[in-house]
Nanobody
């Protein structure tokens, strides 16, 4: 059983940056591809980005491409989401998720693929 805890959310102004962290425990972190999803009020949860076990595959949603980056530190059991040039439409609860996979280079974009989820961290971007 993997536990995921997100941190780093907050209230920022448009154009600012934030870095979210997701710390994993209870499993072998390197066995998991990791994903970030978000859910805005009144909207469905949507894919943001993911990173494969190897770190070589990192798909992004079109809405965040060029502004967000994802990285992982297997020694610290942590995945990061660096968010730059934030926009009000980035306001959402951000969730990290873990996908137990045999493949080193797969990073899924579908939420149903992921086995474990964190509780989420709120990101609010004011205009």
């Amino acid at each position: 059983q993997v536990q995921l805890v997100e941190s780093g959310g907050g209230l920022v102004q448009a154009g600012d940056s934030l870095r979210l962290s997701c710390a994993a425990s209870g499993g072998t972190f390197s066995y998991y591809a990791m994903g970030w999803f978000r859910q805005a009020p009144g909207k469905e949860r949507e894919f943001v980005t993911a990173i494969s076990r190897s770190g070589r595959t990192t798909p992004f949603a079109d809405s965040v491409k060029g502004r967000f980056t994802i990285s992982r530190d297997n020694a610290k059991n942590t995945v990061y989401l660096q968010m730059n040039s934030l926009k009000p439409e980035d306001t959402a609860i951000y969730y990290c998720a873990a996908d137990l996979t045999m493949s080193s280079n797969v990073a899924n974009t579908r939420a149903r693929t992921y086995n474990y989820w964190g509780q989420g961290t709120q990101v609010t971007v004011s205009s």
